[in-house]
């Protein structure tokens, strides 16, 4: 965003919390983590400067190597000279006399601008050990979301995991290489699929380059980038026999597109995730401990499928211990470890896997107030409720990345980035050629987009999990669904831009 802005000869100043460029990468540095996209696919596509100085050396990237790959474009372009890095935004003000944003950060820092673009991310607040009694504990407590940077030594320790999502799925089969004993406290199992990762080959990326151009064009018009199975194909149940061995094939994620509407028919589904319970059981020795770790409360998708190395085969250790918090439900934490119904787990440490407050945490944890001072956190108080999510009616020029109300989740994140980044860019031009103030999305525009955005939902089988999807990981929070999943999104962006940015309203 900030070289395109550059490109189009704006002043830009970037504020970021972290000491330095990554985001997402930047905080998560847990041992295991890495990206649940394909590398060749998590990369940019708007330069190919940076496509050619660039290789990755697995399929999938680790954290370290995603990092690196971040701070390399930033040298390619510059873009650290434009950023106010280790600083917070307290608050983001539109000031209706002036008709500009005046930003503040907790380093006193008072800046006024034009237009304000929000790229916090959608999974940038993780959820602390907020667990009664965690101030006592005597140990260390380590959060995935914000792992110290010099890392963690488990040489020997004690160790309880709380939480049983992608970051302790990814984290724990390492933990337990060097860890005297581990403990993963778990409410709700996952489905996760093996990542089968490798070193990628030279014949792998002349591959992937031979075909770069079909794949960019493929992204350009909307469409995912990688073949799919048509929309009307009902598979028998000797296809569907022959399509779910493919989520075990190392492909993860981009498997599950290659099972026809496996998110909205419940047959698919089912077939899909009786196949992963099958291999649970297979994998994991104990089966007392094996049903414990088969998801059964929702379909697989609905809530994102995690992708691993090892996970389930680690339940195997002698030194990994799965404790079901359905059994034995979780009270809080002593002084010396965790404490459950049946009896109390001492621990030298504690890590916090317990998610993130997704795609409206970041927004809403600073004092964003648009025309009239209205707040975004009164405005989305039953929810978020965004135009496209790009906009929201009441915030003139207030733009948002991946906000709610987009795809941004449920797909490849960093070409939904270049997607909202080359249309807010193109938006502002437009405002700027127009000679026009302020734009901002309508009310009856933004009411429809929710409608339609609940309706697509509805069609699917997202709501029957109580997923970070809805929000249903944070106590109080609003539950809605909060990403689109309808078809056409791009293009639908597309053609409200040609007609005039149909649904915005242009003031002088």
């Not at 504020?15 to 985001?23: F, L, S, Y």
């Not at 401990?289 to 995690?306: G, H, M, S, Y």
């Not at 211990?321 to 010396?336: F, M, S, Y």
């Not at 938006?427 to 987009?449: F, L, S």
Request: hydrophobic fraction near 40%; proline fraction near 6%; include cysteine.
């Amino acid at each position: 965003m900030v070289h395109r802005l550059r490109e189009a000869g704006l002043t830009v100043r970037g504020i970021e919390a972290g000491g330095d460029v990554g985001g997402t990468w930047y905080w998560n540095r847990y041992p295991g983590a890495r990206c649940d996209i394909p590398s060749l696919l998590y990369s940019y596509t708007w330069s190919d400067e940076v496509r050619k100085s660039w290789r990755w050396s697995e399929k999938y990237a680790t954290q370290p190597e995603i990092l690196a790959y971040a701070e390399h474009v930033a040298d390619l372009y510059g873009l650290r000279g434009a950023y106010l890095f280790d600083t917070r935004v307290t608050s983001a003000v539109f000031d209706d006399a002036s008709g500009r944003w005046v930003v503040e950060t907790d380093r006193g820092d008072r800046l006024e601008a034009t237009f304000c673009i929000m790229a916090t991310g959608c999974l940038s607040v993780p959820r602390g050990l907020d667990l009664p009694g965690a101030d006592a504990f005597e140990g260390d407590v380590h959060v995935t979301g914000l792992w110290p940077h010099e890392g963690v030594d488990f040489t020997g320790k004690r160790v309880a995991i709380v939480g049983a999502g992608s970051s302790a799925i990814q984290s724990m089969p390492l933990i337990a290489q060097d860890a005297d004993q581990v403990y993963l406290f778990q409410r709700t199992p996952n489905f996760s699929l093996p990542a089968l990762n490798a070193p990628l080959t030279e014949a792998e990326q002349a591959e992937f380059d031979a075909g770069f151009e079909t794949y960019v064009d493929l992204i350009r018009r909307g469409e995912p980038g990688i073949p799919l199975p048509p929309a009307d194909w009902v598979p028998s149940d000797e296809e569907l026999a022959q399509l779910t061995p493919l989520l075990w094939n190392g492909w993860a994620l981009i498997s599950c597109a290659q099972i026809p509407n496996l998110a909205r028919d419940e047959r698919t589904n089912h077939a899909a995730s009786e196949y992963v319970r099958a291999r649970i059981r297979e994998i994991v020795a104990d089966p007392a401990t094996a049903e414990k770790l088969v998801p059964r409360d929702f379909p697989i998708t609905t809530k994102r499928a995690c992708v691993d190395t090892d996970y389930y085969a680690s339940f195997n250790r002698p030194n990994v211990t799965l404790v079901d918090l359905r059994e034995t439900p979780l009270e809080g934490v002593t002084a010396k470890g965790v404490k459950t119904s049946d009896r109390e787990y001492a621990v030298d440490v504690i890590v916090g896997a317990m998610g993130f407050d997704a795609m409206t945490g970041a927004l809403l944890r600073m004092d964003v107030r648009g025309r009239d001072g209205r707040r975004l956190r009164d405005a989305w108080a039953e929810g978020p409720k965004t135009y496209l999510g790009l906009a929201m009616a009441g915030f003139p020029n207030l733009f948002t990345i991946t906000g709610p109300g987009s795809p941004s989740v449920l797909s490849n994140m960093l070409v939904s980035c270049e997607t909202h980044v080359d249309w807010i860019a193109d938006a502002i031009a437009h405002v700027r050629a127009t000679g026009a103030a302020t734009m901002e999305a309508t009310a009856q525009a933004q009411d429809a987009w929710v409608a339609h955005v609940n309706e697509q939902a509805d069609k699917t089988l997202f709501p029957r999990a109580a997923s970070w999807y809805m929000g249903a990981n944070v106590p109080g929070k609003p539950r809605v669904f909060m990403p689109y999943v309808g078809e056409r999104y791009k293009a639908r962006c597309d053609e409200i831009a040609a007609r005039g940015y149909e649904g915005f309203a242009l003031n002088p």
